[in-house]
């Protein structure tokens, strides 16, 4: 079955940075895209980045362009979030998610808390 295991949430200062990966099983990692939602306390699920299977495409929130970086290994089945000049406005759980067999499937998050 589908599974996503996310990990290297944390506190962080503002300003910090941090890794977040997603190891992914259960299906052809390597032929879908993927990416990663936030949800804060209160809030709405947000998507945050967007890769294409190749990697070729990305795409960003406009509240985290130019500091959050995604990128996938195909080789290792992970997708990966680089987090740079974290704010506060950036605390949230981080899911990835994967849309397999016309469903979406979502890891367990990682819990991401930066502080002012």
């Known amino acids: 079955q589908v599974q996503l295991v996310e990990s290297g949430g944390g506190l962080v200062q503002a300003g910090g940075s941090l890794r977040l990966s997603c190891a992914a099983s259960g299906f052809t990692f390597s032929i879908y895209a993927m990416r990663w939602y936030r949800q804060a306390p209160g809030k709405e699920r947000e998507l945050v980045a967007y890769?294409?299977?190749?990697?070729?495409?990305?795409n960003y929130a406009d509240s985290v362009k130019g500091r959050f970086t995604i990128s996938r290994d195909n080789a290792k089945n992970t997708v990966n979030l680089r987090m740079n000049s974290l704010k506060p406005e950036d605390t949230a759980v981080y899911y990835c998610?994967?849309?397999?067999?016309?469903?979406?499937?979502w890891g367990q998050g990682t819990q991401v808390t930066v502080s002012s």
């Open positions: 890769i294409g299977n190749v990697g070729g495409t990305t």
């Open positions: 998610n994967v849309y397999w067999g016309a469903r979406n499937y």
